[in-house]
């Protein structure tokens, strides 16, 4: 065997095992827990095999879901120490950073409204908000806030439309047992520039207001128009703008 030979078997002898040695980066999974009880088990037996895939996890629990589920019992699957709940600004920056993806286990219908309407006045809702306009790929769980769960059909066709914001959104709506397939190339939201709506109304209620969120308009109305303090506040809270023109 010649030097040169011998060079090139030691060279790969080496590579081989320092390539053994180098462990994959950790991918980092934002869990936000809402307060919903349906399909929790399968999701935390879905959150294992993330586990086993190479993520580690920061763990949010809105306040209903502190109320409703075992947070030792999340603790000890999910192999977490801390879980973070609202009332802990002073985490948010650390709850952000490098993450990788969102899951949202356990999703109400509570929070499926908000999230729709663009509400980020808890911890979980700021969060999945924070987690859309970055274009984080988000993956949640339907089985808590399964519209065809309502025997009203009203009642259903409200719950159906938040479902389909939602995947506007980017979320990617999936049974509890399935949470961890989130595919890679989701489709996230593209910035739609907001369309400006003339109401010649006399009076501009919150109904209005939450009919232009859900058309992603801004509202135009006449100097002489009432507008309802409760139609201000939600705005103010979902993010419609109002106008007066002339």
Known sequence: MGFDEMIEIIVKEVVKRINSEIQPPKKEALLIFTGAISGCNDALNALKKMGK????????????????????????ELDVTDIYVDGT???????KRDIDKIVIPTLTRNSAAKIAMGISDTLATY??????????????SID???????????????LNNNIEILK?????????????KCEKNIVQCEYKKEKEVFLE????????????KNNNQQILVSKN???TQLATDIARQIGVTI???N
């Open 53 to 76: 895939e190479g993520y580690n996890f920061k763990v949010v629990l809105s306040e209903s879901a502190q109320q409703i589920l075992d947070q030792d019992k999340i603790k000890e």
């Open 89 to 95: 600004p002073e985490n948010v920056d650390y709850l």
């Open 127 to 140: 969060l999945v908000s924070w987690g859309i306009m970055s274009n984080i790929p988000i993956v949640a």
């Open 144 to 158: 808590g806030c399964n519209p065809q769960k309502s025997k009203s059909s009203a009642y259903r066709d409200m």
């Open 168 to 180: 506007e959104y980017g979320i990617a709506l999936k049974e509890a047992k399935d949470i961890y």
């Open 201 to 212: 109304k006399k009076l501009i209620t919150r109904e209005d207001v939450i009919n232009a």
């Open 225 to 227: 128009t009432i507008i």
């Open 243 to 245: 106008k007066t023109t």
